[in-house]
Structure formats: C-alpha cells, structure tokens
C-alpha cells in the first residue's frame, strides 16, 4: 500500500489511466524577415483562440463546479493577456525567434519568477502559467488538448500534478479518483478535486511510474492509502466501506440548515474550532452555528515581530463578521517554550507545559497582552465576540484579565471608540486546579469551555507525545469523566454556557455524558458538525443518563470503554 | 510625476484577484504607473510583473505616476488599495 496526502473524501475503484502532462516539443526554428508579420499574426491568434477557448471553459465550470474555481481558470485570461508580457513576445519574435520559441522562454521566465518567491500562493500561480504555456503551445502547434471529457466511467486518473484545464474537462461522474505526485492540501488540484467531489490523495511519489495505463486501483481520500492491484477480498471491503461512506454522507447531509437538537427536543450547539480567518468561510460552509474555539497562534508565528493592533483587529473582524452575528470565541494567547517564536523570547524549559505559558505567559507580558485584548475588543463591535483564556488554574488570573479589558473599555468610552459593552469574558477549562475550584470560577466567568485535550493530559499526568504513557491519555478513565461532570455542574449551577472544543466533542462515545451532564455547545473541526449534530440528535435526556450513571459506576477505564463502545450511536 | 508611499491593507496583497483589479483600472490611464518595492520598480500595468513582485499585506510601497493623467492615475491607484483592493 503507498501513502499520500488524503485531500478529498471517499473511496474510489477503478482502472488507472495515466495522463501525461510533460512539456509540449517543439522545432526551434528561426524566422525569415519577409514571414516576420505571418509569425506574429499566428501567435497572436493562437492567443485569442486560447482566451476563447478558456473563456467557454470557464463557463462551463461555472455550470459544473462552481463560480469560485471558474475564477481560477479566467485568471489565465487575465495572465495571457497582460499587454507588458505579449510585447514582450512580440519582440522576441521581431527578430526572428519562431513564436513557440518566444512564448516558452517568456512563459518560462514568469514560471521561474514565482516558484522562486518565498510564498505558497505565488508558487501556486506558477502552475496555472505552466498550464498556460502548455495549452498555448498545443494550440500553435496545432496538437490536441489531452481530452478527459472522453474517459470511460470507473477512470483513476493518475498524474503529476492536475492543472486547472484539465479539471474542467472532467465529468465527474466517470472518475473514481484523482491520485498525483505533487501538491498539498491547499493546492490547485486538493481544491478542485473538494469542488468536484472526487476521491483524491496527493503527493504519492513516483505514482505516474509505479502504475500503468489499465492497472486496478483503490484509493482512500480519507486515509491517503492507494492500493495497487487490489485483491479480489480487497475489492470487495473497500466496495462495502464506499458503499457505507455514500450512505452515510447522504444520512449526514439531511443534517444541513437543522437545529442541533436531541431526540427528546433539548436545544444544543455545534460550533467549529478554526486557526485562521479563512477557516471561518468553511466552518459557515459546513454549517457550524458559531466558532467554539479560534485559535490566535498564526498571528504570532512565522514573523519578526509581534503583529500590531491592526492586524490582529482585522483578522477577529473578519471571523466576526464572516459568522455574521453568532458567537465567536477567540481564545487568547496560547504559547510556551514548546514553541520558537523568537521575538517573544520564550525560555527553553525542562517543562514546557508545566511552565511559563498561556495566559501566565501573557500577565507577565501585559503590554503585548494589552495589543491583543484591545483588538478583540475594537472587533466586538462587528460581532458577537467571546473572550477565552487559556489554561486557567485559579481566580485570580480571571479578575486581572477582566481588570485589563475593564481599563481598555474605560479608554474605548473616552475616545469614543465602539465595541460590544457585554462581552463575555470566560475561561478554557483544561488543568485539574480549575476542574477543581469550578464553582469559584463559575462566579467569575461568564462561560466555560472545557478544553479536552490538555485536562487529559494534565488530569492524568501522562504526556500526550510520549508512546510509553499513550495508554493514559484517553478520556474514558473515571478521573477524567468525573472531572467534566463536575466543570459542567458547577457551570450550569450558575446558569454560565458551558461548551468543549477538544477532541471530546466530537466523540460518539462521549456524546451521551456529555449531553447527560448538560454541555450546551460542542466545538468540532468544520468537517465533523454533521456528524457530532447527527450524533446529539440519536439521544433522549433519559437514554442519555442511564449511559452516564452506568459509565460512571464502572470502575476501570477498559470497562469504560467497553461499555460506551457498546452503546453507540451515529 | 506625482507619487505617493503607502501601506498595503488588504489580507491577501497583490495576489490574483486583487492584482487584476488594480490593472484593469490602472490600465485605463495613458500614464506610466510604477510601484517601488523592495528596491524594484514593477510595472502596475502588468499583471504577471504585479503578481511576481509579491507584494503582501504591510508592505510599504510607493507609487509612481508619470504622463499626461498622472493626478488622476496616482489618485485612483492610491484609492483602490486603500479600500483594500475589492477584497470582501
């Protein structure tokens, strides 16, 4: 079995074809004077049968796919009819130079430039000139495009890299997968292969090599695995879990646009944990009905200096307002000397996570604490904004991040600066000392959110990274399920919102105690709300506590698990 | 010639899609219409010498107009990447 990126979802079966998609030869030949004008003539009309041509597959895409990717092939319009690069051509042709010749080197000179940047997006727009000087090529040299609208059903397409043009070609319905040699998450062909909803993994080394045109093949867009020459047994399970995956993708969707609701009618959230503002579109997208959790690390990482109170302003305005109106809760600063981040000057420490982090970190530097806390602030005013802190263990971390924010709004008033007066200031519970105090930190917040991954690691005293201990850190020991009842509890005693944004949440194994101890929000990554809303929508209030009160009277975590593995439902 | 240094706002900078509307609208001006940036200057006309020049959100640019519309070549380009570009 080969390993790749896994990019889109599902399985595909079928037969490979390779496409080729290597440089288009052709004869360097020089130009005499007295056919100087011929040449030009054909290059530039070899360029306006290509924007014809790009411009009837944009508005096929457009029909297809969807808007947004057509955009990418318009770009090629865009790009091949910038007036500085044409002349350019032209006066390379002007002595002599046949017009492929003169097209490929200036092509080639642009595809240099951005691959040479240091930056992901440019390096991205190097493939789409690439395809240009292809198809370009092809139309001066008379040659057909490569044609996948003419593919039989069941095709594994196997190539180096899809380029935008050949995307727009495919029909879907023939092509069971998309396997490459090139790419990432992010790139050309991930996006549009998401937009066409094809199985597809990336970035399989030497692929269009180790399979043949005919070959059969499985892929696994949710795991990465391509299985070349498949055994019959192969054939037969991968069948049965595409078969599985269309169902339960077809189950998951009647999910869209609904309440989170249980069987018995209780009103619940699910909300999505985001890094970036971009996530924010595609939490909206998966129909998340707020973000539990938004992480300010990007911000810091990857620069020389802190990002300004502009930056960080722009960047919560825009999930603020991507969410148009439902809560965004933006956790704070989360680092420590596991990080390198130069300019915070972080100390190497023996413990990172027992050490100077979070928000001891961010007391302890207030005035860069200060330029975050006023930026959440100032976006308040375009949204429903929640503050979060991090790895709280005692009140009065609580009171002096309240004090800032209440010296801040001071400021605001007097300047006339606008922001929500009621935001919610609250805390992530994740150590064992806030579990424990709950009740207290109850009368100081305004909601909680329980962060379960670290309160497992912290709970148990077992390091997430270290193999040895793996054992411990699961959420399904007493310890750990005692503790979420009691932040819960307290929480709700005192009518705060309580919400999780760990792994736990998404869970079908926890769902039920969690529902059973009265979590009001669940915090998942975009992709799994469907599942974690289908999941809360399959238990009453009464199912729900029997499960719990069994759960928590067994005394072993392998009982535990045994127990809610019986139980549950998706 | 008229110019004017400035802040790039916009998230993404020059990239695709706001690169193409600055030279669609730069493009209607008979001027020559430069941006200095990190020591090079990049013809705002072309998009391909735009998108290369990889000018990012906080960069410090200058712009320079020169020809028989310069005020109001300068004065356009400076509005739209003030606005941010067309960037939602």
């Known amino acids: 079995m080969l390993k790749g990126i896994p990019v889109s979802d599902g399985i595909g079966i079928g037969h490979v074809r390779i496409i080729k998609n290597k440089d288009v030869k052709f004869e360097d030949k020089a130009i005499p004077e007295n056919e100087i004008d011929n040449e030009l003539e054909r290059f530039h009309d070899a360029v306006k049968v290509f924007c014809d041509r790009t411009d009837?597959?944009?508005?096929?895409?457009?029909?297809?796919?969807?808007?947004?990717?057509?955009?990418?092939?318009?770009?090629?319009?865009?790009?091949?009819?910038?007036?500085?690069?044409?002349?350019?051509?032209?006066?390379?042709?002007?002595?002599?130079?046949?017009?492929?010749?003169?097209?490929?080197?200036?092509?080639d000179q642009f595809i240099e430039m951005f691959s040479s940047v240091d930056d992901e997006l440019t390096q991205q727009r190097a493939t789409d000139v690439s395809d240009i000087k292809k198809r370009l090529l092809r139309i001066l040299l008379g040659i057909e495009e490569i044609d996948?609208?003419?593919?039989?059903?069941?095709?594994?397409?196997?190539?180096?890299?899809?380029?935008?043009?050949?995307?727009?070609?495919?029909?879907?319905?023939?092509?069971?997968?998309?396997?490459?040699?090139?790419?990432?998450?992010?790139?050309?062909?991930?996006?549009?292969?998401?937009?066409?909803?094809?199985?597809?993994?990336?970035?399989?080394?030497?692929?269009?090599?180790?399979?043949?045109d005919g070959d059969m093949v499985i892929i696994d867009g949710r795991e990465g695995d391509v299985l070349p020459d498949p055994s019959d047994n192969d054939i037969r399970n991968y069948e049965k879990s595409?078969?599985?995956?269309?169902?339960?993708?077809?189950?998951?969707?009647?999910?869209?646009?609904?309440?989170?609701?249980?069987?018995?009618?209780?009103?619940?959230?699910?909300?999505?944990?985001?890094?970036?503002?971009?996530?924010?579109?595609?939490?909206?997208?998966?129909?998340?009905?707020?973000?539990?959790?938004?992480?300010?690390?990007?911000?810091?990482?990857?620069?020389?200096?802190?990002?300004?109170?502009?930056?960080?302003?722009?960047?919560?305005?825009?999930?603020a307002e991507t969410l148009g109106g439902r809560t965004v809760i933006i956790r704070t600063l989360d680092v420590g000397g596991d990080k390198d981040i130069p300019y915070l000057d972080l100390k190497k420490e023996d413990n990172p996570f027992l050490g100077y982090r979070a928000v001891r970190?961010?007391?302890?530097?207030?005035?860069?604490?200060?330029?975050?806390?006023?930026?959440?602030?100032?976006?308040?005013?375009?949204g429903k904004i929640w503050i979060m802190i991090p790895m709280v263990t005692n009140v009065y971390e609580i009171r002096q991040v309240r004090g800032m924010v209440e010296r801040i709004k001071t400021k605001f008033d007097a300047e006339g600066i606008p922001y929500d007066k009621d935001i919610k200031i609250g805390a992530m519970i994740e150590t064992p000392a806030a579990s424990l105090i709950a009740d207290i930190l109850a009368k100081e917040c305004d909601?909680?959110?329980?962060?379960?991954?670290?309160?497992?690691?912290?709970?148990?005293?077992?390091?997430?990274?270290?193999?040895?201990?793996?054992?411990?850190?699961?959420?399904?020991?007493?310890?750990?399920?005692?503790?979420?009842?009691?932040?819960?509890?307290?929480?709700?005693?005192?009518?705060?919102?309580?919400g999780m944004c760990g792994e736990g949440a998404?869970?079908?194994?926890?769902?039920?105690?969690?529902?059973?101890?009265?979590?009001?929000?669940?915090?998942?990554?975009?992709?799994?709300?469907?599942?974690?809303?289908?999941?809360?929508?399959?238990?009453?209030?009464?199912?729900?506590?029997?499960?719990?009160?069994k759960a928590l009277s067994l005394p072993t975590y392998i009982e535990v698990e045994e127990y809610l593995k019986s139980i549950v439902r998706k | 010639m008229v110019s004017k240094q400035l802040t790039v706002s916009n998230s993404q900078g020059f990239h695709m899609r706001p690169a193409t509307v600055f030279v669609n609208a730069i493009s209607k001006y008979k001027s020559d219409v430069t941006i200095k940036f990190?020591?090079?200057?990049?013809?705002?006309?072309?998009?391909?010498?735009?998108?290369?020049?990889?000018?990012?959100?906080?960069?410090?640019?200058?712009?320079?107009?020169s020809g028989e519309d310069e005020e109001a070549a300068l004065d356009e380009a400076v509005k739209l990447i003030e606005s941010g570009l067309g960037e939602e």
Request: one cysteine or more; aromatic letters at 8%; charged letters at 25%.
């Open chain 1, 361 to 382: 970190y961010c007391l302890g530097h207030k005035d860069l604490y200060k330029v975050q806390l006023r930026a959440i602030l100032k976006a308040s005013a375009y």
């Open chain 1, 447 to 498: 909601f909680f959110s329980i962060g379960t991954n670290d309160l497992i690691q912290y709970t148990m005293a077992a390091d997430r990274g270290n193999a040895d201990v793996a054992y411990l850190y699961k959420p399904y020991f007493p310890a750990v399920l005692r503790s979420i009842k009691n932040i819960i509890e307290c929480g709700k005693k005192e009518g705060l919102v309580v």
């Open chain 1, 56 to 107: 009837k597959m944009a508005k096929e895409m457009e029909k297809s796919v969807n808007p947004k990717e057509a955009e990418i092939i318009k770009g090629h319009i865009q790009m091949i009819s910038d007036p500085f690069m044409i002349s350019q051509i032209d006066d390379q042709i002007k002595t002599g130079v046949c017009a492929e010749k003169a097209a490929a080197t200036t092509l």
């Open chain 2, 38 to 65: 990190n020591g090079n200057d990049v013809n705002a006309k072309s998009l391909m010498n735009l998108i290369a020049a990889c000018i990012k959100f906080g960069s410090n640019i200058e712009v320079v107009a």
């Open chain 1, 148 to 212: 996948l609208g003419t593919l039989p059903p069941d095709t594994v397409i196997v190539t180096k890299e899809l380029t935008p043009s050949m995307t727009t070609e495919i029909k879907k319905e023939n092509i069971a997968g998309i396997i490459t040699e090139k790419g990432g998450i992010t790139s050309h062909s991930a996006i549009l292969s998401r937009a066409l909803e094809i199985p597809a993994v990336l970035s399989v080394p030497e692929i269009t090599k180790i399979l043949r």
């Open chain 1, 506 to 549: 998404r869970d079908p194994m926890l769902i039920p105690l969690l529902i059973a101890f009265g979590l009001d929000e669940f915090s998942v990554s975009p992709t799994s709300v469907l599942a974690a809303r289908s999941c809360i929508s399959r238990w009453s209030m009464n199912e729900a506590r029997e499960v719990a009160d």
């Open chain 1, 242 to 319: 595409k078969a599985d995956f269309i169902k339960e993708k077809e189950y998951l969707d009647t999910f869209i646009g609904k309440d989170t609701v249980t069987a018995d009618g209780y009103r619940k959230e699910v909300f999505c944990n985001i890094g970036n503002p971009k996530d924010g579109v595609t939490a909206v997208k998966k129909d998340g009905e707020g973000i539990g959790l938004f992480r300010t690390e990007f911000l810091f990482m990857d620069k020389d200096s802190a990002p300004s109170e502009e930056d960080q302003f722009n960047a919560y305005k825009k999930v």
